[in-house]
């Protein structure tokens, strides 16, 4: 996000507060290594239980330990691929516009 996107850490620390990848929540972001053909979803806060457990590194983030995102140990091979990004809430408005307004086939490396 930091790289591709230009979206800076304070947006991504105070904004960004879930963090899908194929499915899986992820915690720490920087331990993340995107493959081509995945899927990325972003979101801000939620509300409930749910939108709780779901927070980056939440207090009651535990609860869904059993499905989150785990690190593998495996090379690392720089490659031009795609993902699908999907954008939740007020991301949408916020981010929306500067993704549709780019084009990133031509920053990715």
Not at 87 to 105: K, M, Q, V
């Amino acid at each position: 996000m930091r790289d591709q996107l230009n979206i800076s850490d304070d947006y991504i620390d105070n904004r960004i507060a879930i963090i899908f990848y194929d499915g899986s929540p992820v915690d720490d972001i920087d331990s993340l290594i995107v493959k081509d053909g995945a899927v990325i979803a972003l979101s801000s806060q939620m509300p409930g239980l749910v939108g709780a457990a779901m927070i980056r590194k939440g207090l009651i983030s535990p609860f869904r330990e059993s499905i989150r995102f785990k690190p593998q140990d495996r090379e690392i091979q720089k490659k031009k691929g795609a993902i699908t990004l999907k954008l939740f809430n007020t991301l949408i408005l916020e981010l929306g516009g500067l993704l549709a307004n780019r084009n990133l086939y031509e920053r990715v490396e």
